[in-house]
């Protein structure tokens, strides 16, 4: 269990990420781990904080890929989050690392990725979230220039916990109880 609750987060957030579209991408990536613990039985608030501090390092490593993750991880022990979380967010650069086989690590590369690309499918509908379904999103998916930086094969790697169908109805669902702080509808 974590000591920090989601507010704490962001507001360590604020500290290093500036720019908008990151914040909301850090949102978005927090409301699938939530939405996805829930479904698996996990510590749902745990997981929504690794969401929210994913890429709090991502502003001060600019291009340098080879640091992503390392920095976050000293930045958070820096303030005291769990050793536990901040190993997590080192991790999850998966240039790094990989080999992810822990429900959580998996959860997290997939929630990076899918968030992204139902916001584009919202994006297409006009920015209405509503109007995204499973069958709209397992369409974006196969359309490989779509939203080409959401990484297909991470979002697979799902698939041995949750099938595709339901884990996106669940993210759609998690990305829609913050649709307003994203911008959407
Ligand atoms: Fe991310």
Not at 12 to 30: E, F, M, N, P, W
Not at 41 to 51: D, H, P, V
């Amino acid at each position: 269990m974590c000591a920090m609750d989601k507010e704490d987060a962001l507001s360590l957030l604020r500290q290093y990420v500036h720019g908008d579209s990151l914040i909301k991408h850090c949102l978005a990536t927090a409301a699938v781990m939530k939405a996805t613990a829930e479904y698996l039985g996990e510590e749902a608030a745990t997981w929504e904080i690794i969401g929210v501090l994913h890429d709090i390092d991502f502003e001060q490593v600019g291009e340098d890929m080879e640091h992503h993750g390392i920095e976050g991880e000293r930045i958070l022990l820096e303030h005291g989050v769990d050793a536990e979380i901040a190993a997590i967010v080192k991790r999850h650069n998966h240039m790094l690392f990989g080999g992810y086989e822990s429900p959580v690590e998996i959860a997290l590369q997939a929630a990076d990725s899918v968030s992204g690309l139902i916001i584009a499918c919202a994006l297409v509908k006009g920015g209405n979230l509503t109007d995204v379904t499973p069958n709209t999103v397992k369409k974006k998916f196969k359309e490989k220039s779509f939203a080409a930086g959401c990484e297909r094969d991470r979002i697979r790697s799902i698939e041995p916990l949750i099938d595709l169908p339901t884990y996106y109805r669940l993210a759609i669902d998690g990305l829609i109880t913050i649709k307003n702080e994203l911008g959407l509808a």
